[in-house]
């Protein structure tokens, strides 16, 4: 993961450097853009019992008015080593306190978080404390889809119990709907290709269990509620946004 999200680094660094300049201090353009970013949250509510801070590496395609309104669309990859599992293998735990891979050796089991997002959103760019007329405070709200769940891994170790499918007893995987929140910062520099956003981020996501069992609690009946999943923390962007190219004037005598 952290290999293509360096390549596609590289892709619109280059991009950028092809882009033809702009002056954008006495006019709103409008423009489509691309970018990639980071966020970081804390679990909140009912997430909050399962795990705790998250990354978010994702990217971005949206598009930017002459009124400076944004439309745009956006996917997220999730990742958490905060995972609050606690009792999750008892049933698999030996006299020892021990889980044992198939030769009967101690075997390593790490569990963390992942998940995934995908929204549409829908913004404006205010032109204040800025350059130019382009950037300023920027805010969006959007909905879509969101998952998470537990990620097993036995590493180098065979715990049938623990392989390929019955992964699922134990994984609590859930989605649902979800939506979300962004204030924060954009600037487009004026003649460069430093463009970034930052800013406040927040999701709340309404999911449900979609495992028929928990194979750690066989006897207890799957919670069928809504989960309430939020999460509140910050995001930051790097972003490309793709100019058309000047037309030229000809004159002839």
């Known amino acids: 993961m952290k290999i293509k999200f360096s390549l596609l680094f590289l892709i619109l660094f280059f991009i950028s450097s092809f882009q033809a300049q ?10 489509p853009w691309v970018a990639i970013h980071y966020g970081g949250n804390w ?37 958490s080593n905060q995972v609050k599992a606690q009792g999750l293998f008892d049933d698999l735990i030996d006299e020892k306190g021990n889980i044992t891979d198939v030769n009967g050796d101690i075997a390593t089991v790490l569990v ?39 990620r097993i891994e036995t590493r180098d170790h065979v715990v049938p119990l623990l392989e390929k499918e019955y992964r699922k007893g134990y994984d609590r995987y859930v989605h649902g709907f979800n939506i979300h ?19 406040f981020y927040a999701q709340q996501a309404f999911t449900k269990y979609q495992r028929k069992i928990n194979f750690d609690e066989p006897d207890i009946p799957v919670p069928s509620n809504t989960l309430y999943d939020f999460q509140i923390g910050f ?19």
Request: proline share 2%.
């Open 22 to 31: 702009r002056n954008l201090r006495d006019s709103i353009i409008g423009t």
């Open 43 to 79: 679990s909140k509510k009912d997430l909050a019992n399962r795990f705790g801070y998250w990354n978010h590496l994702g990217m971005l395609v949206g598009y930017k008015t002459s009124r400076n309104w944004y439309l745009g669309f956006d996917w997220n990859f999730l990742y």
């Open 112 to 150: 963390f978080g992942r998940g995934a997002n995908v929204n549409v959103s829908i913004g404006k760019v205010i032109p204040k404390l800025s350059p130019n007329k382009n950037s300023g405070f920027f805010f969006h709200i959007g909905g879509g889809y969101a998952m998470n769940k537990f």
């Open 181 to 199: 929140e962004f204030i924060g910062y954009s600037f487009f520099h004026s003649k460069g290709v430093v463009n970034f956003y930052g800013g």
């Open 235 to 253: 995001k930051l962007g790097w972003f490309i946004p793709i100019y058309r190219r000047n037309t030229k004037d000809y004159y002839y005598n």
